[in-house]
């Protein structure tokens, strides 16, 4: 069955970096792009980013374009989020989840249908 | 960028209760649209995509229905397990938009 596992999150300081995992198994890693998305604590959901299947192309939204970094490994089946110059509010927890239709090119067909279980990012002096 | 305006941001309603959320989008996206139930402490999980197919798995009390720019998503009779936050998302363009949510509760 398809699976997302998070890691990489923890306390930083502001102005610190991090980079996020995200291992994937149960499917052909390579043939789906992901997305990143991202929940403030006691807050709504917030879409961060996407990579294409083949980590050529990318979006991300504009608050944290210069930032943030989305690559992938298909190798090892992993995708990651480098965030850098933390912000006090990027404090959140940050989930991984798959665009549902392989070799998606086009946005509306890399809708989400599975998530990670999500890892928190905690930006705090 | 694509707004996604969800009411109501709250909802007290009682077991076998019918409810209704409603999701206004600021531009027409066609029926790019999930819907997705998120628990306290837990991963979303998707419920309805393209608006209105039901996902594998899913309750069949619930339905979702609409295209363009207004959406919802229906819960025909309230489980105690249905209490919990639901939000729409729209992938009809980037950046993603997902709505405010609406957090189910038992009255």
């Known amino acids: 069955q398809v699976q997302l596992v998070e890691s990489g999150g923890g306390v930083v300081q502001p102005g610190r970096s991090l980079r996020l995992s995200c291992v994937a198994s149960g499917f052909t890693f390579s043939d789906f792009a992901f997305h990143w998305v991202r929940q403030a604590p006691g807050k709504g959901l917030e879409w961060v980013a996407v990579l294409s299947h083949d980590g050529k192309n990318h979006y991300y939204i504009d608050s944290v374009k210069g930032r943030f970094a989305i690559s992938r490994d298909n190798s090892k089946n992993t995708l990651f989020l480098q965030i850098n110059s933390l912000r006090p509010e990027d404090t959140a927890v940050y989930y991984c989840?798959?665009?549902?239709?392989?070799?998606?090119?086009?946005?509306?067909?890399?809708?989400?249908?599975?998530w990670g279980q999500g890892t928190l990012v905690a930006v705090s002096s | 960028d694509i707004q996604m305006t969800q009411s109501p941001s709250s909802l007290s309603a009682s077991v076998g209760d019918r409810v209704t959320i409603t999701c206004r989008a600021s531009?027409?996206?066609?029926?790019?649209l999930g819907w997705y139930q998120q628990k306290p402490g837990k991963a979303p999980k998707r419920l309805i995509y393209?608006?209105?197919s039901l996902e594998s798995g899913a309750p069949l009390r619930f339905s979702g229905s609409g295209s363009g720019t207004e959406f919802t998503l229906t819960i025909s009779s309230l489980q105690p397990e249905d209490f919990a936050t639901y939000y729409c998302l729209q992938h009809n363009s980037y950046p993603y938009t997902f709505g405010q949510g609406t957090k189910l509760e038992i009255k």
């Open positions: 989840a798959r665009a549902e239709n392989p070799f998606v090119v086009i946005p509306a067909g890399a809708r989400i249908d599975y």
């Open positions: 531009q027409g996206i066609r029926s790019d």
């Open positions: 393209g608006a209105s």
